[in-house]
């Protein structure tokens, strides 16, 4: 199985912050990732997929990138909706399967 | 728009068996298929397996291989899973979602979650 592995595990930061959250795979998943934001009680919502393609509704400061095995997820002015966790999810491979997740937290 | 509605919360006890549906509401799956995703409290997402409604064809965690099976009915646009012998942890929120590439993609609509409780 490819691991995911995120980090950091928790973030704090503040409204208009730049936010860098990283996730590893264990062995090369080309951009074969997706990104996803979950908000507590809710159902996660699809962010971002194949690394760095935008999904629809989604604001443009979120983006993404990397390729191979390592992977970023970039919030570009953090805004009050955004405090939420993040996970990863790599696609190349069964069993599909998720990073542990980032807590976006205030600072 | 497709959304997925999901089947009430339950409380089961150990040893019984829980099957939670998933309808597709304003659409149908179509050529996608649909997966299963659980969340115990306080803890991150575990895929479980997903189905092709088409073609039927599944594929399943291995570490739930022995006590889970995914269906669907195509007439209905609805897929169920059904997890066997159940422990006090498998305790968790159970979420179905529409997955791209025949099952082996990214998870672009997802139901709301079914609450699973199991306790003596």
């Known amino acids: 199985d490819i691991q995911m592995t995120q980090s950091p595990s928790t973030l704090s930061a503040s409204i208009g912050d730049k936010v860098t959250i990283t996730c590893r795979a264990s062995q090369s998943i080309t951009n074969w990732l997706a990104w996803y934001q979950q908000r507590p009680g809710t159902a996660p919502k699809l962010l971002i997929y194949r690394a760095s393609n935008l999904a629809g509704g989604v604001p443009s400061r979120f983006s993404g990138s990397g390729s191979g095995t390592e992977f970023t997820l970039t919030i570009s002015g953090l805004q009050p909706d955004d405090f939420a966790t993040y996970y990863c999810?790599?696609?190349?491979?069964?069993?599909?399967?998720f990073g542990g997740g980032t807590k976006v937290e205030v600072k | 728009q497709v959304h997925l509605v999901q089947s009430g919360a339950e409380v089961k006890r150990p040893g019984s068996s829980v099957k939670v549906s998933c309808k597709a509401s304003g659409g149908t799956f179509s050529t996608s298929a649909v997966t299963w995703v659980r969340q115990a409290p306080g803890q991150g997402l575990e895929w479980m397996g997903g189905?092709?409604?088409?073609?039927?064809?599944?594929r399943y965690a291995q570490i739930f291989q022995a006590r889970v099976t995914i269906t669907a009915d195509e007439s209905t646009s609805t897929s169920y899973m059904e997890l066997r012998s159940l422990r006090s942890d498998d305790t968790a929120i159970y979420y179905c979602a529409r997955v791209t590439a025949g099952g082996m993609g990214y998870m672009d609509v997802w139901g709301k979650g079914t609450t699973v409780t199991v306790s003596p």
């Open positions: 189905i092709i409604p088409t073609s039927g064809s599944t």
């Open positions: 999810q790599q696609y190349n491979n069964f069993p599909l399967t």
